[in-house]
């Protein structure tokens, strides 16, 4: 592996919240230097012009799905792992919402050996928080945790028995584990297409009130009262949930957010005649929740952003919108779909690197997600500013189910790194 001199770039650095031309040297696959006068007189490096471009940390992209095992005709690991290289994702962290679901030791080590085999990208799994993602049973944290698990998550399913998921947060208190929940209040969102208000009534869509993720969240938070463990709330989508998130931080509670990419620049509206590429799981909101989170992530108060890359079929999405599966791909679409509130002046370039890359290394333990000495060589050069109409059939993911396709986009990845090495350079 040969050292680089990436210089004349823009280099966007989310731990300092700095935006300002530089270069950086990369020795042994790690940063050592970073600056405006950083490698000048270096010998013996391979030069990359970066040509006033910017050149950020690659991004973390916190909850995955690849469909290994059970449905690897929607993605495997070798296309998510392309479909991230060329999306400027050099760390994708895997949900458990397989077939059959991550929840023993075995299957995690099944999937950590094909990710390592088959993926250019790094590759961390997260496991299931009860077996099968029942909410009956807790699974082994501790023998996962051995296994290399870094979370633990039943994904959209809800734990709706309080006492098993009490028991769980209690047993992962005691290891040091990190549990990912998803707000919502499962007798209210059970069924629900849309999100509840004038639109789905006159679209006769059946909805959820924003009240549900608002009462998920609040159950959530007075168990981490109890019990003291390390949450993480996956998608917070509505003003309504804000103030209880806000209130359990200033209160010490050991707790984090994200939310979906979709879910900030995208709002209910734009599911127009029943088009089923745009069925999320939560439901797109109202435009005043779209900038109620922005303004959240603006603030720090929601930590996280990524891709919650879902794919599905052509005949998963060829339904009638109820019957529809949820979810769209995202991992190719992250990058360009941020670039939209950058172009509309929502959120600068550092904060958006801290939601994508910085906060969700942070929330895991991982080296990776910033620019500072010693961090490994995990890079992504792109255009913030390059034009292009995005076309679905020319995504590496297998499933092409995005609801950008067709969109005018901004901010074309040129190439990107994983430990100083080239997985992906754009033609």
Known sequence: MSDLLFTNARLIDPEAGTDALGALLVRGGRIVAQGQEVGLSEEDVTVVDCGGKCLAPGIVDLGVKVCEPGERHKESYRSAGLAAAAGGVTTIVTRPDTNP????????????RRAQADAPVNVVPMAALTK???????????????????AFTDCDHVVADTKVLSRAL???RALGALVIGHPQEPGLSDGAAATSGKFASLR?????????????????????????ARYHADQITTARALPALERAKANGLDITAGVGIHHLTLNEFDVADYRTFFK????????????????????????????MHTPQDEESKRLPFEEAASGAVGLETLLPAAMRLYHAGDLDLPTLFRAMSL???KRLGLSCGRLSEGAPADLVLFDPDAP?????????????????????????????????APVYRRD
Not at 283 to 306: K, T, Y
């Open 280 to 307: 999320l799981k939560p439901p797109l909101r109202a435009e005043d929740d779209r900038q109620a989170v922005i303004e959240a992530v603006r603030s720090g108060l929601i930590d996280v952003i990524c891709s």
């Open 359 to 361: 906060n969700p290394a």
């Open 101 to 112: 679901t991550i929840d023993s030791p075995e299957t995690l080590e099944f999937v950590t």
């Open 132 to 150: 099968a993602r029942a909410g009956r049973e807790m699974t082994e944290i501790g023998f996962l945790m051995d296994a290399g698990a870094v």
């Open 170 to 172: 209690s047993y992962a």
């Open 388 to 420: 292009f109409v995005l076309d679905r059939f020319t995504l590496r993911s297998k499933s092409k189910n995005t609801p950008f396709d067709g969109g005018r986009m901004q901010g074309r990845v040129l190439a990107t790194y994983v430990g100083g």
């Open 204 to 228: 006769g869509l059946p909805s959820v009130t924003p009240m549900a993720e608002r009462m998920g969240l609040d159950r959530d938070i007075a168990l981490l009262e109890m019990t003291g």
